[in-house]
């Protein structure tokens, strides 16, 4: 097994879990070593035991590396594949028929992996495609693109297509709903992307009648394909943050009149939206995109979360537009 390899599949594991950055980040800055170091290097090194004399290479992670040198599956990822099990009980049939996932982020705003860390991870997982979708530049917490920047991103997109096909990566943004209902990006770009997912990160506790005027009035762009999660609600340990209030009514049937899916949000602190809300979008008629809102590549594989809980609403897969082998024909 290749040694970097090893150490990435490791980090993969490690955030599919949860578990803290800090841990992650070590594999991954050792797979980096190894990126920068001669084959032959690293296989004298293991055999030497001098490894750790490398800057970012520590006990655990040399013992990883020495082992996939060795020829063996390091002990330490076998025990994560022993120990790793679907997230949830359920799903199963809504997450085999998924082919990408719209949803995810990149170093290139809040995001910690590069481009093609997360497109080979997605494709590792057996997507067809994955949609890039860094924030919008008013999201300034979380280093949002700003024009220039998205479309140097453009570039480079277009470049690793080339190289990674068949796998695609698909051109996106979450895009800031602004106070007004009006979309935190330049209309010229908007019309360049594949999929543009509309999220509201700001004024969660604005008066019910005026978020759902903000949310109707961006979903009906033409540009927006996604509702991203709509209620902005998140728990965490640290945090209890409740659902936004607006007219899910006029709000869902906006989505259906005008071909906007509504996101359900796989992130285990969001699931959002939650049931009550995926029933009524159901009934109303709207299309659904299942998405991980991954910011690293193993939450790519948060994705039965939301297959759960879409399973649990009866969402048929044709109302899926990431069960589709191209979400932009839906």
């Excluded at 068949?166 to 709903?177: A, C, K, N, S, Y």
Aim: charged share 30%.
């Amino acid at each position: 097994m290749d040694p970097a390899k090893a150490l990435r599949l490791i980090g993969f594991y490690l955030e599919r879990a949860g578990e803290p950055t800090f841990k992650v980040q070590a594999f991954r800055k050792a797979a980096a070593v190894l990126d920068e170091l001669p084959a032959e290097e690293v296989e004298l090194r293991a055999r030497r035991n001098t490894l750790t004399q490398l800057t970012g290479i520590g006990k655990t992670t040399a013992a990883v590396i020495g082992d996939a040198v060795a020829g063996r599956e390091p002990a330490y990822l076998s025990k994560l594949i022993a120990d790793a099990t679907l997230p949830v009980a359920g799903g199963e049939k809504m997450r085999a028929a998924l082919k990408g996932d719209c949803h995810t982020h990149s170093e290139w705003s809040d995001g910690g992996s590069t481009i093609r860390e997360m497109a080979e991870a997605a494709r590792q997982i057996g997507h067809e495609w994955m949609v890039l979708t860094d924030h919008s530049p008013s999201l300034t917490v979380a280093n949002g693109l700003s024009a220039d920047r998205l479309r140097r991103q453009l570039d480079i997109v277009a470049e690793l297509n080339e190289e990674l096909a068949p796998f695609r990566i698909l051109t996106g943004i979450e895009v800031d709903i602004l106070l007004d209902g009006s979309l935190d990006q330049e209309e010229e770009l908007l019309a360049r992307l594949d999929i543009v997912v509309a999220s509201v990160h700001s004024k969660l506790r604005m008066p019910s009648f005026e978020m759902t005027r903000r949310m109707v009035k961006a979903v009906s762009n033409p540009h927006v394909d996604i509702l991203g999660h709509c209620t902005g609600r998140m728990k965490t340990a640290r945090r209890d943050r409740p659902e936004s209030t607006f007219n899910a009514k006029a709000v869902f049937e906006a989505c259906r009149d005008n071909g906007t899916a509504v996101e359900i949000n796989s992130r285990p602190e969001r699931l959002d939206p939650p049931l009550r809300l995926i029933t009524q979008a159901l009934e109303i008629g709207c299309e659904f995109a299942i998405d991980s809102d991954a910011h690293a590549p193993g939450q790519l594989d948060w994705l039965p979360h939301g297959c759960e809980r879409a399973e649990a609403c009866g969402v048929p897969i044709e109302r899926v537009i990431n069960a589709r082998s191209d979400p932009r024909n839906s």
